[in-house]
C-alpha cells in the first residue's frame, strides 16, 4: 500500500478543518490532516470562544446545536477547555427587550431551553452589571464557552490518540493541489508528494497559496475584529458568554425576529454601530476577561485590513464596556486583532471541482459555534457522492 496515498486530505486545521478531519476520520477513512504553521494561530485561536447557537439561524442553530453536545461528549473524555456556563443576551432599551421576548418566543418553539431573566436576577448572576443598564436578559443555561488558546491544540491531540486513521502533520504548507490520474496530487513546501481520493481545503483566511485566482473575485471579505484582556481576576463572579444590547442589532437569530426591520439605533450608539463593535464579556480559565469586539472590513487579504490596531476603537468599546459594567478596577493586559474570511451574501464558500477536491472557506464568525456540525454535515455528503 502506498504510504503517501490516503483516503481524504485536509488542509488546514483551524476548527473547519479539524473537524472535516474528525468526522472524516470517524468513518474508518484513512486522513491526513495538513497545518502549514507549527500550529494553528489564525482565527481559532484568536476568537472569544463563544459557542452560541442561540445567535445563529436556521441550519446554523442546528449546527450549533450539534457542535455543542459533540463538544461536551468530548470533554468528557480530555479537558479540552470547554464549560457550561450558559449564554445571556442583555437588553437595556425597550428595542432590544422586545427582540429578547421575540427570541424567547422562537426557541420556545423550537424546544430550546431559554430563560427571561428581570434585572434583579441579572444581577444577582452577574453583579458587576449596571442595573440602569440591564433592563432584562435572556439566558441559554446550555451553551458553552471554549478557550480559544487551548482548544484546538488539545483537540488535535484527541483526534490522533482516538483514531489511528488519523495523521496530522505540521510546518506542512500545500503549495500546489491538481487532480491527475483520477486522484488529488498535493505538494507541500518541500516538495513531498502526497495524493488522495478526495482533498477537502479549510484554508480559512489565507488565499494566496491555492487557487488564489479563484478566489481573486470570489466575493470574499476579510474581517478585522479587536479584542482585549484584562489582567486575571479569577474571583469576579462573570462566567458564561454575556452577550449586550447591540448583540441584538446584529446576530441573526434576532434578524430573524419580527420587529428587527424596524428597530432603529439611538444616538449614542451610532458610532459604536460604525466600526461594527458589540460587547461581549467572557471570562477565561485564567480568570482574565476578554472584552470586544469590533468589526472592520476589506475586499482583499488580511494585510490590506492591517494589523495595527486603532487605539480609537478600542476607547470607544472600553466606553461602552463602562457603561454595561462596573470595570473601574479591570486592567487591560492585552489587546490583538483576530481576523475571519466570510461572504457578504453566502454563509461559507464551497466549491467543489470534479467531486475531488472541495474548497468550505469563509465561515464568518460563526466557526467555533458551528465547524463541528456543519462538517459533520458535509462530510456525509462528500462521502455519499
Ligand atoms: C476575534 C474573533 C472572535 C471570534 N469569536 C467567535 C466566537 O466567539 N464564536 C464563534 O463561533 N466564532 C468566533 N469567531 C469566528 C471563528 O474564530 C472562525 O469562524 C473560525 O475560527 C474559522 O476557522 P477556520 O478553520 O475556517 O479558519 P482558520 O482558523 O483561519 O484556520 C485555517 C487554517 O488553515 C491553514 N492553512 C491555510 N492555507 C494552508 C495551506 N495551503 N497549507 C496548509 N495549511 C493552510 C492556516 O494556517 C490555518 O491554521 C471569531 C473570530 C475572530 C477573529
Redesign the pocket.
Known amino acids: 500500500m502506498n504510504s503517501n496515498h490516503f483516503d481524504i486530505i485536509v488542509?488546514?486545521?483551524?476548527?473547519?478543518?479539524?473537524f472535516h478531519a474528525y468526522h472524516a476520520a470517524t468513518t474508518n477513512k484513512k486522513v491526513l490532516l495538513?497545518?502549514?504553521?507549527g500550529k494553528?494561530?489564525?482565527?481559532?485561536?484568536?476568537?472569544?470562544?463563544?459557542?452560541?447557537p442561540s445567535g445563529m439561524s436556521e441550519n446554523w442553530f442546528e449546527f450549533?446545536v450539534y457542535a455543542t453536545q459533540l463538544y461536551k461528549r468530548i470533554q468528557a473524555e480530555l479537558n479540552i477547555g470547554i464549560r457550561q456556563n450558559g449564554s445571556v443576551y442583555l437588553a437595556s432599551d425597550p428595542d432590544e427587550q422586545q427582540l429578547l421576548h421575540e427570541l424567547k418566543q422562537r426557541m420556545d418553539e423550537r424546544g430550546y431551553e431559554a430563560q427571561l431573566l428581570t434585572t434583579a436576577q441579572c444581577l444577582e448572576r452577574w453583579p458587576v452589571l449596571k442595573s440602569e443598564y440591564c433592563r432584562e436578559g435572556l439566558f441559554f443555561p446550555q451553551e458553552v464557552s471554549?478557550e480559544?488558546n487551548l482548544l484546538?491544540h488539545r483537540l488535535l491531540n484527541y483526534c490522533t490518540a482516538k483514531f489511528p486513521n488519523l495523521t496530522y502533520r505540521n510546518y506542512?504548507?500545500?503549495?500546489t493541489c491538481d487532480i491527475e490520474n483520477n486522484k488529488v496530487k498535493v505538494i507541500t513546501n518541500e516538495g513531498e508528494q502526497l495524493t488522495a481520493d478526495k482533498v477537502i481545503?479549510?484554508?480559512?483566511?489565507?488565499f494566496k497559496?491555492?487557487f488564489s485566482d479563484l478566489f481573486a473575485n470570489s466575493g470574499i471579505v476579510i474581517?478585522?475584529?479587536?479584542?482585549l484582556r484584562t489582567t486575571p481576576m479569577p474571583a469576579l463572579p462573570l462566567e458564561g458568554?454575556i452577550l449586550t444590547g447591540l448583540t441584538t442589532r446584529r446576530y441573526e437569530s434576532f434578524e430573524e425576529c419580527p420587529s428587527f426591520a424596524s428597530i432603529q439605533t439611538p444616538e449614542h450608539l451610532k458610532e459604536l454601530k460604525q466600526w461594527g463593535i458589540h460587547i461581549?464579556f467572557?471570562k477565561a480559565v485564567d480568570g482574565s476577561v476578554i472584552v470586544?469586539?469590533s468589526h472592520e472590513y476589506v475586499q482583499a487579504g488580511v494585510e490590506e485590513a492591517g494589523y495595527e490596531l486603532n487605539q480609537h476603537i478600542n476607547n470607544l468599546m472600553w466606553q461602552e464596556a463602562a457603561r454595561i459594567a462596573d470595570i473601574k478596577d479591570w486592567k487591560i493586559a492585552a489587546s490583538?486583532?483576530?481576523?475571519?474570511?466570510q461572504h457578504s451574501e453566502k454563509d461559507i464558500i464551497e466549491i467543489d471541482m470534479e467531486d475531488k477536491i472541495h474548497i468550505?472557506?469563509?465561515?464568518?464568525?460563526?466557526?467555533?459555534?458551528?465547524?463541528a456540525g456543519y462538517a459533520q454535515k458535509s462530510i456525509s455528503r462528500l462521502l455519499a457522492g
Open positions: 488542509i488546514g486545521a483551524g476548527v473547519l478543518g479539524t495538513l497545518e502549514k504553521d494553528p494561530m489564525q482565527a481559532t485561536v484568536r476568537n472569544f470562544g463563544q459557542v452560541v450549533g471554549a480559544p484546538i506542512a504548507t500545500i503549495i481545503i479549510c484554508n480559512g483566511s489565507e497559496i491555492l474581517s478585522k475584529l479587536q479584542m458568554n461581549l467572557k470586544g469586539d490583538w486583532a483576530g481576523y475571519y474570511s468550505r472557506t469563509a465561515i464568518g464568525g460563526k466557526g467555533m459555534t458551528s465547524s
